[in-house]
């Protein structure tokens, strides 16, 4: 325990650190956790009853902020890796609510609370940086004494939210973000000479004969005494974990994780940028490719697309078995030809996206993981294939895959139906479940409540798909074709300057191009590289030809734009509007906005604002 290191973080090294952590979570799969906070509110009588204990403590922690967060990570054997001691300045000793006796206890302790509010952590980075950490690992246990406040705050702290209102909501949410939980103080009521687990943890610890390491009242060292006092317990009492897990000393409800064992092996995933919190995130989908490459396209702090190997805990759970297994194409197919995964047990195949896979080319691949290994034949699984097209290639595969299916289609065959409402809601995984059983409440004719009446019209057409060229430009090529053109292009120019004839002497503002960094950037289905209109290209170099298609974009708004001020912006009929006509661009850009004053974060900021708009607008 005397080379255990108890690791201070602040805002400026919590990057670093986490990245330390998430490693070593890989192989010490416990948490060992203590909190440290501004002290009660209330204070619960020793014999009050349940319902009131729970009020209390909502009440205590609903009106109080962390302080320090001391997490200490171990293995099933005993061995201790390392200890961090999470500092957070959220908390003002000044302004915010707390009990005097409790902060001066704190002091005496070493808690300096004015290094801790200049240069502690955000509360809101944390969040959403340690979410992050704990979505890809699974199977993670929670290991506290006497943890309900312990607990409690963490669970304020990841979900953002006050406590439940009872104590069986409270369990029904932890159940959501502790896969596994386990309180000393109640195990210890079982363990023969421990006074049914009346007593501290440093009387606790000295009885096992476990010292401790640095100064108590610290979130860290506690931490670390708690995951070293319940290796020592779990040695001499031999004890079972799966007796105790999910009990708390303080409440009667067990915490019963509702999360199932799912294992998501995935090659590809985004890095963050710095700090700022984002109103869009990108999610990168794995790619085809060895498990042993590694690629990263911009320095340390950038935007980057990092393409890693999967971890080998995933691998050795994978080998245990799993209830859920997530997957693309290319990632499966290597799995299984390195024997890692076998499919004989499947019972339920769902195929998503399944003509966006066709058109990456990927088919061979499903057909191989589908038909050419060990899955069970269509009949004894039952398999499910969604797509949002379903042309014909489409219902073929569907055909050879399922047995007797049944086809549920909604609008059109062949293209996208507009009655679909599409909502985008971004949360972490684990609310979820949460959120899903609050959208199944909403009625459907409500979801789906259109402002504009179809009318009497029999084929319920209306103006909401004025151009349907993205679904029928294969059509429009062959009619082209029919007519013996041979050439599809706009003189941009021309058309611009009859839309300033025909509309100038009333139309104000002009937009030359709607959102030119998307189609510059992404084309259509893969970065830089795959055209809007030709599903199946896989050529092109994305390191020039985004830049290409920017450059002529700026010479043709240039062009219009010069047309414009010659010959139409005095067009206008009013003497009012004359002369304050303008032509524009409309470009759809993600804003960052630093975390802090810091040299890094400022130029983190600004490298993400140049590969957002910069290169494009300047």
């Not at 014999?47 to 909502?58: G, H, I, N, Q, V």
């Not at 969040?127 to 409690?152: C, M, P, Q």
């Not at 029904?172 to 973000?177: D, G, M, S, V």
């Not at 290639?393 to 293209?415: C, K, T």
Request: hydrophobic content about 40%; some cysteine.
């Amino acid at each position: 325990m005397d080379s255990v290191k108890i690791r201070q973080v602040w805002g400026v090294n919590l990057d670093h650190e986490l990245f330390l952590f998430d490693q070593t979570l890989q192989h010490h799969n416990l948490l060992s956790v203590d909190t440290e906070f501004p002290g009660f509110l209330r204070n619960t009588p020793r014999d009050a009853p349940e319902t009131l204990r729970y009020s209390d403590l909502k009440f205590n922690i609903d009106n109080t902020k962390l302080i320090q967060l001391g997490i200490t990570l171990s293995d099933d054997n005993g061995n201790i890796s390392s200890t961090w001691e999470f500092n957070f300045c959220d908390f003002d000793i000044d302004n915010d609510a707390c009990n005097e006796t409790s902060i001066d206890f704190l002091k005496k302790s070493g808690l300096d609370f004015e290094r801790i509010r200049k240069d502690g952590i955000f509360m809101s980075v944390f969040r959403r940086k340690f979410l992050e950490i704990l979505s890809v690992h699974a199977n993670l246990k929670w290991v506290t004494f006497h943890g309900l406040y312990d607990l409690a705050y963490v669970l304020k702290l990841l979900s953002n939210n006050s406590l439940p209102l009872t104590v069986f909501d409270f369990v029904k949410e932890a159940a959501l973000y502790f896969t596994a939980v386990f309180d000393i103080k109640f195990i210890a009521r079982f363990c023969k000479g421990l006074m049914g687990g009346e007593l501290g943890l440093n009387r606790l610890a000295c009885i096992l004969t476990v010292d401790r390491c640095g100064e108590a009242h610290n979130a860290g060292s506690d931490s670390l005494l708690t995951a070293c006092v319940f290796a020592k317990l779990k040695n001499v009492y031999r004890i079972e974990e799966r007796n105790f897990d999910g009990f708390l000393y303080s409440i009667s409800p067990k915490i019963q994780s509702m999360r199932p064992k799912i294992v998501v092996p995935h090659y590809c995933q985004p890095l963050i940028p710095c700090r700022p919190p984002f109103p869009q995130i990108m999610v990168c989908y794995s790619i085809p490719a060895h498990p042993r490459y590694h690629f990263q396209v911009l320095p340390q702090n950038g935007v980057a697309l990092q393409l890693l190997p999967i971890k080998f805990h995933k691998l050795r759970e994978l080998e245990r078995g799993v209830d859920i297994l997530l997957a693309t194409p290319g990632c499966l197919v290597d799995l299984l030809e390195r024997t890692r995964v076998s499919l004989q047990m499947i019972r339920y195949l769902a195929l998503d996206e399944a003509d966006r896979m066709l058109y990456m080319g990927i088919e061979p691949q499903i057909r191989k993981i589908v038909e050419q290994m060990d899955m069970p034949p269509p009949g004894v699984r039952q398999t499910m294939v969604f797509s949002a097209t379903f042309p014909k290639v489409i219902q073929r595969l569907a055909s050879d895959f399922l047995s007797n299916y049944i086809f549920l289609a909604v609008g059109r065959v062949g293209s996208s139906t507009d009655l679909i409402v599409q909502r985008v809601e971004f949360v972490h995984e684990f609310s979820c479940p949460s959120l899903s059983f609050d959208l199944a409440s909403v009625s459907i004719p409500k979801m789906f409540d259109h402002p504009h009446d179809c009318g009497k019209l029999t084929d319920f057409s209306k103006a909401d798909v004025a151009v349907d060229q993205n679904h029928r430009f294969a059509e429009d090529i062959q009619l082209m074709k029919d007519i013996r053109m041979d050439a599809y292009s706009k003189d941009f120019a021309t058309y611009t300057e009859t839309c300033f004839q025909k509309f100038g002497d009333r139309v104000k503002h002009w937009i030359t191009f709607n959102e030119p960094h998307t189609f510059a950037v992404q084309g259509k289905y893969l970065v830089g590289v795959q055209s809007f209109f030709v599903y199946s290209v896989r050529a092109g170099n994305s390191a020039t030809e985004p830049y290409i298609v920017a450059h002529n974009v700026l010479l043709s708004h240039a062009t219009v734009a010069d047309i414009y001020r010659k010959k139409y912006k005095g067009y206008l009929v009013t003497i009012q509007a004359k002369n304050h006509g303008s032509v524009g661009i409309s470009y759809d850009v993600i804003w960052f906005e630093p975390a802090s004053n810091s040299t890094e974060d400022n130029e983190a900021t600004q490298r993400a604002q140049d590969f957002q708009l910069g290169w494009l607008g300047k």
